[in-house]
Structure formats: C-alpha cells, structure tokens
C-alpha cells in the first residue's frame, strides 16, 4: 500500500507561497529479516537527507515526522531542529528484534519552499533499504 500526497498554497493562500505537505507511506516485505536497529538507522538517514531542504541556521521551518511499524510494534520518529532525530518506542517496540513486513510513514511539512519532489522523497523512502 503506497501513498503520496502533496499540498501546496499559492498566494492567494493565508499561509506562505510553495508551503508544502508532504505525506508518504510504503510496506516493506523484505525477503530476509533485518535488525530492527538497521531499519530505524536507514529511516534516520532518510531524515538527514530531507532536512537540508526545509532547515535554515538548523531550525527546520515545520517539522518532519515519520513511523516504523510491524503489527502491533510501533517506533516513532520526529525532528523539528536540524541537529536532533528524536524516537518514541511504542508498545511492542522494545521486544522485536528483526523486522521483516513492516511500513514506514514519514510526513514533511514546510512553511518556506520547499524543493523536494514527490519522486523524490518516494525514491528516498522506497530505497531506504
């Protein structure tokens, strides 16, 4: 299940021009399991690459939120500063150890132009592995 969805406002809008939303979702069904640290670490660079692009002077202009979960296992992922990814295990997080049918969920929004493609972030997401 794939999902991409890109918001914009123009000038006519009460927020600022080519504010985004961006909002992605992919499950993964890897053919092997894989340590669930390794999943987390590849997400968090998916983060370091998105963040160059909506940050100045390391304050990123909205936020970046993002998901990892495996049945009932949920990690969750946040950056608002430039310089710090934080993560919320959630129930059943701590107790895995590999994960192999898992999704990832990451949303992006800005509030300054915001460069990155919906391809774009799609490629990152679903090569992040």
């Known amino acids: ?40 670490d590849a997400l968090i660079g998916v983060f370091q ?14 936020h970046l939120k993002g998901s990892i979960q495996a049945g009932g296992a949920l990690l969750g992922l946040s950056a608002t500063r430039a310089d710090a990814i934080d993560q919320t295990p959630g129930p059943g997080w701590e107790e895995l150890d590999t994960l192999q049918d898992f999704e990832i969920r990451v949303s992006l929004l800005s509030i ?18």
Do not use: D, W
């Not at 690459?49 to 909205?62: A, D, E, H, R, T």
């Open 112 to 129: 300054t132009p915001c460069p990155i493609t919906q391809e774009q972030m799609e490629e990152m997401i679903v090569n992040m592995i």
């Open 1 to 40: 299940m794939n999902n991409f969805t890109r918001i914009t406002y123009g000038r006519k809008s009460s927020v600022p021009e080519n504010a985004a939303l961006l909002s992605f979702r992919h499950a993964f069904s890897l053919p092997e399991a894989a340590k669930k640290e390794a999943v987390r």
């Open 49 to 62: 690459k998105l963040i160059p692009s909506v940050s100045q002077n390391g304050i990123i202009l909205g």
